[in-house]
Nanobody, 115 residues
């Protein structure tokens, strides 16, 4: 069974930084693309960043240049370094992967950007 556990969220002032972590189990981690999504209250869940099994990355326009996704295939973790945070980055952030056509999410971690 695929199991994803996010951590690292919290409250930060505008302009601050946070690093999210996602621990994955139940998959041969190094073979899978990993994604970070976020969902703000009253809004649809949106794709924030992707890292392929080969290490290629892609970002939503809204975070490009401020967020960095990375992975550690030894410890089966994916990270999201978030810099220059804005109030509009406030959301619950979810780790995601797709295996055999099924999409798996963790429970999420809350990020609040507020002064």
């Amino acid at each position: 069974q695929v199991h994803l556990v996010e951590s690292g969220g919290g409250k930060v002032q505008p302009g601050g930084s946070l690093k999210l972590s996602c621990a994955a189990s139940g998959i041969n981690f190094r073979l899978f693309a990993m994604h970070w999504y976020r969902q703000a209250p009253g809004k649809e869940r949106e794709l924030v960043a992707t890292i392929t099994s080969a290490g290629g990355t892609n970002y939503a326009d809204s975070v490009n240049g401020r967020f960095t996704i990375s992975r550690d295939n030894v410890y089966n973790r994916v990270y999201l370094q978030m810099n220059s945070l804005k109030p509009e980055d406030t959301a619950r952030y979810y780790c995601n992967t797709i295996r055999q056509g099924n999409s798996f999410y963790g429970q999420g971690t809350q990020v609040t950007v507020s002064s």
